[in-house]
Every structure is written in C-alpha cells, then in structure tokens.
C-alpha cells in the first residue's frame, strides 16, 4: 500500500500528510526521555472530528497503527510510534470552544495547552490547576491523566474532565460525562478514558472544570539540613488541615541544577518550594503553621517571594527542573521515576531512594510533588552504554519495589507508556486481563498506540 498517498486522499491539502524530514523525527522522539527513537511512516494534521473520525476509519480498515501527539512531552515512550504507522497531532485542533464563567466550565479542542487555556481564563479571574513543567496539550494531558504542583490543592487530571468527546479506534464517535459538575449516570466512562494514552481513541473535545484566581498567594522557600526532615515537615503540613497550595521537595543536587540552568543563588540544600492561597487571614494563619513545622524540623532559613515576579520565577524554576538536571550532564537522557507512596511513609521512602541511588554510586537527583507522596529519582543515562541503563534500570526496580510494597504506585503521573510495562504487571497483574478486553472492545483492530500500556 502507499501509505502517503492513501492519507492525502483522506486529508488533502498542503502540509495534513507529512511523510519525510525533520517532522517525522519529531514525532519518532520525546523531549526528556532515555527511550530509543523510532519514526512514523507518517504524521497527519487533522484539523476536525470529522477528520480525525476518517483518518481512524482508514486505519482499522487497513490495521495501520495510529499513535495520537500532543506535545510529545510523555516520558514513557508514550508517543513513540514502537510499530510504525501514523503519527496523529492534534496541534491544529486548537481552539478554545466555549468559557462558561458562572458554570466555572470550558470547553476545549484536544491541542490547547494549558498555558494557552490559562492565558484565555484570566480575564475571567478563572484558573484551570494541572500544570505540567512542560506546555503540554490537554489532550496529551487527558491521556496521560497528568498533575504538578497544584495537584495536592486542586487534584489531578482525572478530577478537572467533566466530559470527552472520543474518536474510538473503528472511528464512531461516543461522548461522555456533560456539563454537571457530578453525575451517578452509569459507568464512570469519563475516568477510564482519562490515563488511557491513546489505546483506545482519540480525544477530539473536553470539558473542563476551572476555579476561581485566589484572592491572595504567597510562596516561600524552605531550606532543611536533610530530605527526609524536609519530607516529615511536608507530611506534617498536610496532617495539619491547612490547605496547602503547593508543596515541592526539590534536594541539593536540582538546586545546584536549577542556580546554574535559571541564573538563580537560591541555597544548595534540600528545600521546600511552597505556596499559600486564599483569602489573606486564611493564608497568614497558614504560612505561620507551616513556619512552626518547618523550625521543629531544623529549617535553616524560611525565605518569602513577596512580588510576583520573584514567586513566577521560583515557580519557573520548579517546573524547569527536570530539564536543568538534564543541562548538567550532556550527552546523558534522563530516567525519571514515579513512585507514589502513602503520605505517612513519604519520609522513609525519600531515604530509601537516596540509600538505593548512592548504593550504586549513580548520580541522581531527587525531587517532586511530595505533598501527595510523589516524587522523582532522575539518573541522567546514557542509552549507548549496556552498563549505564543496567544500573538505572536496577536502581529504578528497586525504588518501585519498595513503593509497591508499601501499597503505594510505580506512576503517580508519567503513564506506562512502554516504559513502565513491567512495573504494571506487578502492581496489576490481577486486573490486567480486564483492562485488555476494555483494550478490545473500544480498539477491536488494535490500531490505537500498539506497544504501550500492555506486553505483547
Ligand atoms: C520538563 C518536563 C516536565 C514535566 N512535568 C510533569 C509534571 O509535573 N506532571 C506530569 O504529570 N507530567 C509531567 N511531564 C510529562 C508530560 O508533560 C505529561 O505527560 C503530559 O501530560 C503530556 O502532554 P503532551 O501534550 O506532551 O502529550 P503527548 O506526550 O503528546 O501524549 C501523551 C499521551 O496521550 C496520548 N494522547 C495525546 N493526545 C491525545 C488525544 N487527543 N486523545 C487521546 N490520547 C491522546 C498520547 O498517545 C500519549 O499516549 C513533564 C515533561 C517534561 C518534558
């Protein structure tokens, strides 16, 4: 079959097929991820439900994969195209539909980021929370059921979908979820599609809940003499019942990262990145329980970002962390872990990784959305070295061994991609066969991003 000229009959015009060149390769990679490349045969631009419904309809007729691209920002492989086939970006489905202010509703095309989305709500003194460190697409971010840091306040991925319109992989096209802020109405279809990654379709419309801009907003920066104390003192802000806007653990080795890639002198020790919001009473009561914590745990400076910009520039620093570890270490590709462990075991769990890391002398860092038991260990590898990726790859094991055990997730946000295949079978073996027959019934010809989630 000629794959490129099949497609220009189903999309035609300039640019909708591409089939050669640098957009095939950046489509084949991942921006911060140690997976092998592969490219697609090809990427198309659907610009429509329509389009989106007929590029599927031509795949399942012919058993052509399709791997659906937001930003390609996922860290699993997620969007590498492991079986050839179609690349599917969703960059032209970019349109803010509807803003319903009184509803605290908007309603999106799959390619608007979140950036693009807040940018839209502010006149409306309106916020959507989920803010991955990177700009991605809240189709990618939908299919991933993505947080940040505002997760601990606000939720993650999966609590901001009130509804989806999806292209299923036959290409008929269903809606779940509406407009209601809650519904008992049947199965929860909207929370399975939600973290699906594109194995069962393709998101052409969401529905999203927003909030109100809080009245005030204060970050600081907490600086500890070890990680686990800074660990005990974030668990201990969340048992306190205040309402936290955002608690980042970030170690000495990301601060060091951080000062050299943003141009920042914030101190080389392990921090708390943190934030209040709320109405001003409610926020100085806050920051003075979390000041008390913080001193009863060794805190060696509690520093405030009173203007906006200094607190735009702390939060710019967290988000850009992953990629100024990366900076350090050129040449390497970051391995990044996901481990999510109930809150009270969050202090021994940052020991444990930082124990696992030294023990075989690798050189990682640790960082992460600690207020909900998240967080990261990144080893910058490099792929061409059998030995290198062996030893990440050990230490990676052993991190999501000890998570497991305790009951907690080998992926608090990143997905499975093709990366964490191996780590669901464990934490999910008993419920696997059952995701597959859901794999099945929505994707019957098994075009819908093949190789990842589930082994062969
Ligand atoms: C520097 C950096 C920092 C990051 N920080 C965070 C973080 O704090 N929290 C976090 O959760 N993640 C984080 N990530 C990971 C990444 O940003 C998220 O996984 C994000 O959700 C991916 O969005 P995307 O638009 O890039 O999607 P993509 O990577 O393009 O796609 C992600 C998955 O969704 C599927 N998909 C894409 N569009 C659709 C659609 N329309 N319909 C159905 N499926 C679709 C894809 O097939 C793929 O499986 C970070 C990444 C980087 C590089």
Not at 40 to 55: K, Q
Not at 273 to 297: C, M, N, Q, Y
Not at 366 to 381: K, M, Q, R, S
């Amino acid at each position: 079959m000629d794959l490129s000229a099949e497609l220009r009959e189903v999309l035609p015009g300039e640019g909708r097929v591409v089939t050669a060149g640098e957009e095939l390769e950046g489509h084949g990679g991942g921006v911060f991820t140690y997976h092998d490349p592969r490219v697609p045969d090809a990427v198309v631009y659907p610009e429509s439900r329509e389009e989106v419904v007929e590029v599927l309809r031509f795949a399942s007729e012919n058993g052509v994969p399709v791997v659906p691209f937001g930003q390609g920002s996922s860290l699993e492989a997620h969007t590498i195209p492991v079986r050839g086939g179609i690349s599917l970006d969703t960059g032209r489905m970019n349109r803010i539909l509807e803003i319903r202010p009184d509803d605290f509703i908007a309603i999106v095309e799959p390619g608007v980021t979140h950036e693009q989305l807040n940018a839209a709500l502010k006149e409306y003194g309106l916020l959507f929370p989920v803010d991955p460190g990177w700009d991605a697409s809240l189709g990618g971010m939908a299919g991933t059921n993505a947080s940040g840091t505002n997760a601990v306040r606000y939720g993650v991925m999966k609590d901001q979908v009130l509804g989806l319109e999806v292209v299923l992989g036959d290409g008929s096209v269903m809606r779940t979820g509406g407009l209601a802020m809650k519904s008992s109405a049947g199965y929860n279809l909207t929370g399975l599609f939600v973290g699906s990654e594109g194995t069962l379709g393709v998101f052409t419309e969401l529905t999203l809940r927003l909030y109100p801009i809080p009245e005030k907003v204060l970050a600081a920066r907490a600086v500890f003499p070890d990680i686990e104390a800074a660990g005990r003192a974030a668990v201990a802000m969340i048992r306190s019942g205040m309402r936290i806007g955002r608690v980042e653990l970030v170690d000495a080795r990301t601060i060091e990262a951080v000062n050299a890639y943003k141009d920042t002198s914030y101190a080389v020790a392990p921090t708390l990145f943190l934030e209040f919001s709320g109405s001003e009473p409610a926020v100085e009561r806050d920051v003075e329980v979390a000041r008390t914590i913080s001193g009863s745990e060794g805190c060696e400076s509690f520093d405030f970002e009173e203007d906006e910009a200094g607190r735009e520039k702390l939060w710019e620093a967290r988000h850009e962390a992953g990629l100024a570890i990366q900076n350090i270490y050129p040449g390497k590709r970051p391995m990044t872990t996901d481990v999510c462990v109930p809150i009270s075991e969050l202090p021994d769990a940052l020991r444990h990784a930082r124990e696992t890391i030294a023990s075989r002398g690798l050189d990682g860092a640790i960082l992460g959305h600690v207020g909900d038991g998240n967080y990261h260990a990144v080893f910058p590898v490099d792929p061409n070295d059998a030995e290198d990726l062996a030893t990440a790859e050990a230490v990676n094991e052993e991190i999501v061994d000890y998570a497991l055990a305790l009951g907690g997730t080998c992926t608090g946000e990143h997905g499975i991609g093709s990366g964490k295949i191996g780590h669901l079978e464990r934490e999910h073996g008993d419920s696997l066969p059952f995701m597959r027959r859901i794999k099945k019934l929505a994707d019957p010809s098994g075009i819908m991003n093949p190789g990842k989630i589930f082994g062969d």
